[in-house]
């Protein structure tokens, strides 16, 4: 499974963006997804997960109530809308298929992972 994640750029704190991840294969619908970030010389974090037919999200508890995950099967997509940004969300932001239906928070629960795509919210 190839994955591309794109809809990163430059925002305002408040601002909202929305990242797409797109996956190559038809399998894909059976995965669960997760998006996790990365910022200069921090370790990859987790932010949000869906589970293949949608019905199961989580959330890290700094972006929860902001960001909201989504995803549609017949395009082999997953979004993440990103709602009142703020200057600590700024990372390279990734998604990754699981091993699994179900996705969890930790990176050794995926095994397909995106290039990336970087966000950054000026104060």
């Known amino acids: 499974v190839q994955l591309q994640a794109s809809g990163g750029g430059l925002e305002q704190a408040g601002g909202s963006l929305r990242l797409s991840c797109t996956a190559s294969?038809?399998?894909?619908?059976?995965?669960?997804v997760g998006w996790f970030r990365q910022a200069p010389g921090k370790e990859r974090e987790f932010v949000a997960s869906?589970?293949?037919?949608?019905?199961?999200?989580s959330y890290a508890s700094s972006v929860k109530g902001r960001f909201t995950v989504s995803r549609d099967n017949a395009k082999y997509t997953v979004y993440l809308h990103m709602n009142s940004l703020k200057p600590e969300d700024t990372a390279v932001y990734y998604c990754?298929?699981?091993?699994?239906?179900?996705?969890?928070?930790?990176?050794?629960?995926?095994?397909?992972w995106g290039q990336g795509t970087q966000v950054t919210v000026s104060s």
């Open positions: 990754a298929a699981a091993r699994t239906a179900l996705a969890g928070g930790r990176v050794a629960d995926y095994n397909y």
């Open positions: 294969r038809r399998t894909f619908s059976n995965n669960g």
């Open positions: 869906i589970s293949w037919n949608g019905g199961y999200t």
